[in-house]
């Protein structure tokens, strides 16, 4: 085949992937924190017992899981201009990736609501809670330390999924990567070493929550715990007769 392989002249334009590996990871984090505030309130409303608000929840999960992130980035970017809406490229791709991440945050959040026992639901709802209160004290944080892996792992497939939003010119690593191939003409070359910034990235953050995980979660979740007796307490010594 005679074709030797040239890793210097892409190594060349390195200090053109920095810029774009940063921005890569500031979308992923802001893509993630979005999207994990819509998939709890996606999951809230999909273990409601009001039949709207899990249509709701239902329809928006199946529309996102079930059309390409590609199209759901045009019609953010291109089809909202039909209303008058004009979003620059790098918050249609925080929206769009927002919006994608928390249809499976969704489904992530939801598994871990009916994880939690009926039981502690209804001790929570006889000592007067309301349902936010519920929701919050009672639910939120032990759905949060069981579906912790999942979410760990969505925000690497968040991540991954920032490549797409190249198509609009977001300078993202992918991006920045098609900048380098027209440059230099070594595609084998430049996507091959992209891909192992990607396997990089997605390793660290593997470890990274891992390490949360064992490190820091359980005593995370242990005031939330103290905070919910104080809650119960309160409400508890109200209800009592004067």
């Given amino acids: 085949m005679g074709y030797k392989l040239r890793f210097a002249d892409v190594l060349r334009y390195q200090h053109m992937m920095l810029p774009g590996l940063v921005a890569t990871m500031r979308l992923s984090c802001m893509s993630f ?3 994990v505030a819509v998939g709890i309130v996606g999951g809230y409303l999909k273990t409601s017992d009001k039949p709207v608000a899990r249509r709701i929840a239902v329809a928006y999960v199946e529309f996102i899981r079930n059309t390409p992130a590609l199209i759901q980035l045009y019609l953010v970017f291109f089809g909202l201009t039909s209303f008058g809406v004009w979003l620059d490229p790098s918050a249609a791709a925080v929206l769009t990736l927002g919006i994608n991440c928390g249809a499976y ?3 992530i959040v939801r598994s871990g609501i009916e994880a939690v026992g009926k039981g502690q639901k209804e001790a929570g709802f006889s000592l007067g809670m309301s349902r936010y209160q519920v929701f919050r004290y009672v639910i939120l944080f032990p759905t949060i330390k069981t579906v912790f892996p999942s979410l760990g792992n969505q925000f690497i497939l968040t991540m991954l999924g ?3 939003v190249s198509q609009i010119a977001v300078p993202e690593l992918t ?3 098609s900048m380098i191939e027209s440059r ?3 595609s084998f070359e430049v996507y091959l070493l992209i891909a192992a910034l990607y396997l990089a990235l997605a390793s660290v953050f593997a470890v990274a929550f891992w390490l949360i995980e064992k490190a820091f979660l359980d005593e995370s979740l242990r ?3 103290r905070r919910t007796g104080r809650v119960v307490n309160t ?3 109200g209800l009592l007769p004067q």
């Fill in 175 to 177: 991006y920045a990567a």
């Fill in 162 to 164: 920032t490549s797409v």
């Fill in 33 to 35: 924190l979005l999207g």
């Fill in 235 to 237: 409400v508890d010594t």
């Fill in 223 to 225: 005031l939330p715990g």
């Fill in 105 to 107: 945050a969704t489904e």
């Fill in 184 to 186: 230099t003409f070594r």
